[in-house]
């Protein structure tokens, strides 16, 4: 079982900044790929990052490319969103999840077994 929870969320003004953080439980967490989800209100969620076990392959929407970059810290059971040049498009919640199957990183939500309860991203034009 992993516990994962995320934090970081809040208010930005668009062009802004914000870095999620996503501490999971458990000894084997340096085994799992990692996550990044949002939803916004009335949408279908979806995929924003994700990075594989190792930290050295990682994973982004178009949406986000550039602007966005997911880290781990292994050491920490961390895993991190660095969400640079926001846009009130970005407004979502956004959950952190961990793949046990897919060690090496995926785009698909249902590929990820274990997630947080999800942190809010309000960006104001």
């Known amino acids: 079982q992993v516990h994962v929870v995320e934090s970081g969320g809040g208010l930005v003004q668009a062009g802004g900044s914000l870095r999620l953080s996503c501490a999971a439980s458990g000894r084997t967490f340096s085994r799992y790929a990692m996550g990044w989800f949002r939803q916004a209100p009335g949408k279908e969620r979806e995929f924003v990052a994700a990075?594989?076990?190792?930290?050295?392959?990682?994973y982004y929407a178009d949406s986000v490319k550039g602007r966005f970059t997911i880290s781990r810290d292994n050491a920490k059971n961390t895993v991190y969103l660095q969400m640079n040049s926001l846009k009130p498009e970005d407004t979502s919640v956004y959950y952190c999840?961990?793949?046990?199957?897919?060690?090496?990183?995926?785009?698909?939500?249902?590929?990820?077994?274990?997630w947080g309860q999800g942190t809010q991203v309000t960006v104001s034009s």
């Open positions: 999840a961990a793949s046990i199957r897919f060690p090496g990183g995926t785009y698909d939500s249902g590929d990820y077994t274990y």
């Open positions: 990075i594989s076990w190792s930290g050295g392959s990682t």
